[in-house]
């Protein structure tokens, strides 16, 4: 759980997708996009799972830092190889964040 993120308001990227097949070349590349967006700015944290079909949410300060984020050559490879490679489908969703609460 992303516990150190600010107060919202925030964005949120939903990634949901589905794997042709899981693979370490796939799993090589998640890591190290996640390491490559916690260099972004506006990048605030990410939460991740997988399954039958993997959920991840990464939260960003504001819909620019969003689109910088998809814009960047190194992850756009990364989507170019996700289509012709990895994914079998996927959707993308991108909302706001207007309150947050949690229990521990």
């Not at 969003?66 to 490679?85: C, F």
């Not at 969703?93 to 521990?104: G, L, M, Q, S, T």
Request: proline fraction near 3%.
């Amino acid at each position: 759980m992303s516990s150190k993120l600010p107060l919202p308001p925030y964005y949120a990227v939903i990634f949901t997708s589905k794997l042709k097949k899981k693979s370490l070349a796939y799993e090589e590349m998640a890591h190290k996009m996640l390491k490559l967006a916690q260099k972004q700015k506006g990048f605030l944290g990410m939460e991740s799972a997988r399954e039958e079909i993997g959920i991840t949410v990464s939260y960003w300060k504001d819909l620019e830092s969003i689109k910088n984020w998809k814009e960047n050559t190194a992850h756009q490879l990364a989507q170019k190889l996700g289509k012709n490679e990895w994914y079998a489908a996927y959707r993308v969703r991108i909302a706001k964040v207007e309150r947050d609460y949690e229990f521990f």
